[in-house]
């Protein structure tokens, strides 16, 4: 076994992901491999975690020795031959990377230490809210639904699996991309943290009827009852009109937090271009997504929003026409948000 080379890793990255393989391409080549390991890592124990043919201890426990691989307090090799066998509900990109993820961790290992240090840090705050998640929704299934209790566990969720993300993403590209810029560091990774936190809010939003299906309602059971719904409620499609508020406020919060995300965009040097079109490209699609989720059904599982490759490519190439006249490029945002803002 020996690290995996760029392009090994590449091909891996495309396997499991569609749109953050797009993000990924075009980032500057000085922080791509950097992000590209922290976003193997975060997808290997997303998968551990999602396995649900794995009783869930074992997943906390193969978790745990994972993140020890990870953090370096731990040499052992793991064996993952239970998440990936044929009756595992796992992709063939997801398989193929817990098959190599010795050599992803060889590969990581020849990094700088302050690199090191700023992955472990994500991914010991990712696999938190992972392991949180198991526990808070172990037994849950359709017919026992379990709700986060308060708003501010939902941005304590959203933190831990994608606002600690923009802050790493914020430090890795301050070092290696920002350092002679001059930047107040405080406002960068606030705004940071908020653009990965908009986007895990607008994931949670589309994936609402698939996720109560699975035991999962990530709305706040303070909201719900406010509005005089319980969990369980919202699998009888016929009160969307009651739920429509309150799932419109958290679009609303979305977008906010997209909107801090694009000031954090647009706020990059000019020469930036990789770098501001890989914050653009998710940010804009988001907002896109947020528009079709104030027009969709909210609660019907056969109806998944879903931004259209024939989308994404008006959104990719609308960005790249536009950026060398910089007021009209900061316009995109407001453009796709005009409809519902």
């Not at 499991?16 to 590209?36: A, M």
């Not at 679009?251 to 997209?258: F, G, I, N």
């Amino acid at each position: 076994m020996g690290a995996a080379s760029f392009k090994e890793l590449n091909r891996l990255l495309k396997d499991v992901s569609r749109s953050f393989y797009l993000t990924l391409r075009v980032l500057p080549g000085k922080v791509r491999p950097q992000i590209g390991l922290a976003y193997l890592f975060a997808r290997a124990t997303d998968t551990i975690a999602d396995t649900d043919i794995v009783p869930i201890g074992e997943r906390l426990n193969t978790l745990a020795r994972l993140r020890s691989r990870i953090l370096g307090t731990s040499i052992e090799r793991l064996d993952f031959s239970h998440f990936t066998g044929a009756d595992a509900n796992v992709t063939p990109g997801e398989r193929c990377l817990l098959e190599q993820l010795d050599d992803v961790l060889a590969s990581f290992e020849i990094t700088t230490p302050s690199d090191q240090a700023l992955i472990r840090s994500v991914i010991e705050t990712i696999t938190s809210g992972q392991e949180l998640d198991l526990r808070r929704f172990g037994l849950a299934n359709e017919t026992k639904i379990v709700a986060l209790k308060t708003e501010a566990e939902l941005d304590d969720y959203t933190y831990r699996v994608a606002g600690c993300v923009g802050e790493f993403w914020t430090r890795i590209c301050r070092a290696h991309l920002l350092s002679r810029t001059s930047v107040d560091d405080t406002t960068l990774i606030s705004l940071g943290i908020r653009f990965g936190k908009g986007l895990q809010l607008v994931n949670i939003l589309r994936d609402l009827p698939r996720d109560l299906r699975l035991g999962r309602c990530y709305l706040p059971a303070d909201r719900l009852v406010a509005a005089g719904l319980l969990p369980t409620s919202l699998l009888d499609l016929a009160v969307e009109a009651k739920l429509r508020p309150v799932f419109d406020a958290f679009l609303d919060l979305a977008q906010d937090h997209l909107a801090a995300g694009w000031h954090y965009t647009t706020s990059l040097p000019f020469t930036q271009i990789r770098l501001k079109l890989a914050c653009a490209w998710p940010i804009l699609i988001g907002v896109e997504t947020i528009s079709k989720l104030r027009q969709s059904p909210l609660l019907d599982p056969n109806h998944r929003v879903k931004v259209s490759r024939r989308e994404l490519r008006k959104i990719m190439l609308g960005s790249l026409l536009l950026y060398p006249w910089p007021g009209r490029w900061e316009n995109m945002f407001g453009s796709i948000g005009r409809n519902h803002s």
